[in-house]
C-alpha cells in the first residue's frame, strides 16, 4: 500500500501538511528572517558608539568614557526594578522619591561616619521594602491601576523627603562611600563592577530558574497564570518590593558619587528607567523581558546624551529624546502580535505560488488524489 494512494486514506490526509523539499512554509521563513528578539539594542549601540566620534569630537576617548560609564552603571541597576515592573505590566512613577529618600538617609543618618554606613543602608533597604509593601498591596490587593498607586506612593516619599530635610539637604556621603563609589578597580570604575554582577545574576535567575518562568508567565497572562495554579496577586506584590531595594542600591551610589546629593537627586532617573526597558525591547504590554538589554539601553542612553551635550545642544533635547522613545515604545506595543502578521502578509502570494509548485499534481475539481472527497 504506497502512501498518499487513495488504498491509504489516513496518509492521505496528513499528505498535505508534510513539507517536501524545497517547499517554503510561513512558518520556516519567520524562523528565517526573524532576528533575535533583543538584538536591536545590540545593534543600536554599536552604531552609536561608532558614529559618536564623527558627531562629537572626544565623546568616545579614555577619558569620556570613564566618565560616562557611572552614570550608565546607575542607571542599569536603576532600570533592572523598572524592567520587572514593566513585565508585570506596570510602571513604576516612585523611582524618583525612592531614590531621594534613600539618598538622604544614607547621607543623614551616617553623618559622615563610616561606622554608621551600615546603619544607614540598613535603614534604607527598610524604607525601600516598606514602599515596596504599600505599592504591591495597593496594587495586587486593592485593584488600583499601577500608574496611580507608584504616584501617590512617591508623593508620600517626597513628603517624607521634605519633613527630613526642611526643603534644603545639606549632609555629605561619609569618605568611604564617597572613596568607593568614585574609584576605579582595574582600571574599571566601581559602580561599573556592582552593575554588571546585578544584570547577570538577575538575568540569569529569572531566565532559568522556575520562579524567573512563572515570573513570565504571570507577566504575560495573568488569567492563564492563575488557571496554571501560580499565585498571580504574590509575584505582583514581590516585583515592587524587589523593584524599590533596586533603587535603593542606585541610590547609595549616586549618594557616594555625587557627595552631597540634593533634594532632587532622584529626579533625573525616572524618565531614563523606562526609556532604558523600551530601548531594551522589553514590551509596555507585559511578558518576557531582558534586564541585560535595558542595561544596554542605559549605556546608550547614556553616551547619547553625552554626545548631545557634546553637540553643544541644550539638555532639554536629551528629555525630548528619552519622551519620543518611551511614546515610541507605547505606539508598538502590540507590534509583535500584528506587526509580524502584517509583514509576513506580504510574503503570502509568494508562499501559495511556491508551495502550489512543489506538491502533488490535483485532479480536475481541486483535490488532491486519496482526498476525503475522492475517497
Known sequence: MVAGSPDNPVDSALEPSIPRAGQLTAAGLRARVRPPRFAAIWVATA??????????????????????LPFAAILAIAGIGQTL??????????VPGMITLSTIIVTTVARGDSGRLPLAIGLVALACIASGVVSGFAISWLGVTPLVATLGVNALLTGVVFQITNGASTSSATPGLARFALAKSGGIPNTVLIAVPAVVVTAFLFRVSVLGRRFVAVGTSPAAARASGIRVKSYEFATYVLASLTYG???ILVAGYLGTPGIGA?????LPTIAAVVLG????AGGRGSVAATALGALFLTQLEQVVLGMGAPASLQLVIQGAIIALGMALRHLPASGAAGVLHGFRPHLRSTSAATQTPRRP??????????T
Not at 85 to 94: A, F, H, K, N, T
Not at 266 to 270: A, E, F, N, Q, V
Not at 281 to 284: I, K, R, Y
Open 47 to 68: 552604531l552609536l558608539f561608532a558614529v559618536s566620534p564623527l558627531l562629537a569630537s572626544g565623546s568616545v576617548s579614555h577619558g569620556a568614557l570613564l566618565s560616562m
Open 85 to 94: 515592573v514593566i513585565q508585570q505590566r506596570g510602571l513604576d512613577l516612585s
Open 249 to 251: 542600591g542606585a541610590a
Open 266 to 270: 532622584g529626579d533625573d532617573y525616572l
Open 281 to 284: 525591547g522589553t514590551s509596555l
Open 365 to 374: 475539481g481541486g483535490l488532491r488524489p486519496g482526498s476525503r472527497r475522492d
